[in-house]
T-cell receptor
Framework: GQQVMQIPQYQHVQEGEDFTTYCNSS?????IQWYKQRPGGHPVFLIQ?????EVKKQKRLTFQFGEAKKNSSLHITATQTTDVGTYFC????????????FGTGTRLLVSP | NAGVTQTPKFRVLKTGQSMTLLCAQD?????MYWYRQDPGMGLRLIHY???????AKGEVPDGYNVSRLKKQNFLLGLESAAPSQTSVYFC???????????FGPGTRLTVT
């Protein structure tokens, strides 16, 4: 079945440093979504990418969808303590009704 | 407008006991999902429903049953709890498989 892996599993940065998490799927995706989960909270939707090579920005966050639609990345510029949490990618296959498959997540810790 | 709610928030069970987790949504969404979240493993789909009266198995369905008698409610049952079912359980909904998922606050279950 479809598998989605994320790296790194954990990253600890100083406030102001950049952060990137990478997501790789074993199969071609129809779209990819990103979620953020604060400690003790629930996943909250950030964005969805649909097109090959698509790039979207949300303030300091930049999301990319690979040309082959099998990988994606989230880059945070100049991290802040409010960025702390676990970031999940989640992808859907590209045939028929496909369930969302979540990546393993990257836990981000930001020190002031 | 409560969105997605889950009851209970916390529960401790002894091995062999049974319980039902309730997910309720007021978003009029057709699709509902039950996930479990374990450290380092991301979110894994247990069961899902594409509409009232329908249910289907996800990635890790063993030991769980579900029912969707009303569109707004999705119940997850554990007939005979095992320590391996200690986890955080999240319910989620979406309008259909092209859209983002909305998560409930989660239920933290411990089986001793």
């Amino acid at each position: 079945g479809q598998q989605v892996m994320q790296i790194p599993q954990y990253q600890h940065v100083q406030e102001g440093e950049d952060f990137t998490t990478y997501c790789n799927s074993s199969t071609t995706l129809s779209n990819i979504q990103w979620y953020k989960q604060r400690p003790g909270g629930h996943p909250v939707f950030l964005i969805q990418l649909v097109k090959s090579g698509e790039v979207k920005k949300q303030k300091r966050l930049t999301f990319q969808f690979g040309e082959a639609k099998k990988n994606s990345s989230l880059h945070i510029t100049a991290t802040q303590t409010t960025d702390v949490g676990t970031y999940f990618c989640a992808g859907r296959g590209n045939t028929g009704f496909q369930k969302l498959v979540f990546g393993t997540g990257t836990r981000l810790l930001v020190s002031p | 407008n409560a969105g997605v709610t889950q009851t209970p928030k916390f529960r401790v069970l002894k091995t062999g006991q049974s319980m039902t987790l309730l997910c309720a949504q007021d978003m009029n969404h057709e699709y509902m999902y039950w996930y479990r979240q374990d450290p380092g493993m991301g979110l894994r789909l247990i069961h899902y429903s594409v509409g009232e009266g329908t249910t289907a198995k996800g990635e890790v369905p063993d030991g769980y049953n579900v029912s969707r008698l009303k569109k707004q409610n999705f119940l997850l049952g554990l007939e005979s709890a095992a320590p391996s079912q200690t986890s955080v359980y999240f319910c989620a909904t979406d309008r259909d498989f092209s859209y983002e998922q909305y998560f409930g606050p989660g239920t933290r279950l411990t089986v001793t």
